[in-house]
Nanobody
Framework: QVQLVESGGGLVQPGGSLRLSCTAS????????MGWFRQAPGTQRDLVAR???????EYADSVKGRFTISRDNRSNRLYLQMNSLKLDDTAVYYC????????WGQGTQVIVSS
């Protein structure tokens, strides 16, 4: 059973930065396209950034130019650098494959507040 563990969230002021990390307990991690998802209270879980096994990235319009997704296949880790954070970025952030999801981790809470 694959385990996903997200970390790095916290409370930050608008305009601030955070770096999220995700560790996957799966040796085939390097072969799989991965994504960062977020879910705000009362909303559905949405994909905000994705990265292919070779490092090609795509972003939702809402985070383009502010967030950067990256991966370290040697350590089975996924990262999300979040800059210029806005109030609307407040959510629980999760990592996972892009389809046929692994069991979801606990997520990491990001709160953007002044």
């Amino acid at each position: 059973q694959v385990q996903l563990v997200e970390s790095g969230g916290g409370l930050v002021q608008p305009g601030g930065s955070l770096r999220l990390s995700c560790t996957a307990s799966r040796s085939t991690f390097s072969l799989i396209s991965m994504g960062w998802f977020r879910q705000a209270p009362g909303t559905q879980r949405d994909l905000v950034a994705r990265i292919s096994s070779s490092g090609i990235t795509e972003y939702a319009d809402s985070v383009k130019g502010r967030f950067t997704i990256s991966r370290d296949n040697r350590s089975n880790r996924l990262y999300l650098q979040m800059n210029s954070l806005k109030l609307d970025d407040t959510a629980v952030y999760y990592c996972n494959k892009l389809s046929q999801f692994w069991p979801w981790g606990q997520g990491t809470q990001v709160i953007v507040s002044s």
